[in-house]
C-alpha cells in the first residue's frame, strides 16, 4: 500500500530491472494499491484498480495511522523540544 502506488506501479519492475542490486522473481505478483485516506484525492480512475477494495485477501484499512495522528502530536510536540542539546546528549 502506497498513497502513489498508482504512479511508482507504472515502471517498477523497469526500474528495477535495471538496477545492479535488485532483482524480483519474475513469478512474484505484486499487487499496487492506494491506501483508503488517499484514494479519496486520486483520480475516479484510480479506484477500480487500486483500491483495496477489490484486492482480494486485503484488510480494510486506511494505511495512514501517523498522517491522523499528526494534530494531536503537534500538541504534545513542545515537550519534546524543551530539553536543551547538554541534556539530549546525557540522554543519549
Known amino acids: 500500500i502506497y498513497d502513489v502506488g ?3 506501479s507504472v515502471n517498477f519492475r ?8 535488485l532483482f524480483l522473481p519474475p513469478v512474484l505478483e505484486i499487487i499496487p494499491a492506494v491506501g483508503k ?3 479519496a484525492a486520486h483520480k475516479l ?3 477500480p484498480r ?3 477494495n477489490f484486492v482480494k485477501g486485503a484488510g480494510h484499512l486506511d494505511g495512514e495511522i ?5 494534530a494531536p502530536f503537534n500538541k504534545i510536540s513542545p515537550t519534546a523540544r524543551s530539553m536543551t542539546q547538554a541534556p539530549q546528549a ?3
Open 6 to 8: 498508482c504512479q511508482w
Open 14 to 21: 523497469t526500474w528495477v530491472k535495471s538496477s545492479p542490486s
Open 37 to 39: 485516506f488517499h484514494l
Open 45 to 47: 480512475s484510480c479506484f
Open 50 to 52: 487500486y483500491s483495496l
Open 66 to 70: 501517523l498522517e491522523t495522528l499528526w
Open 90 to 92: 546525557r540522554g543519549v
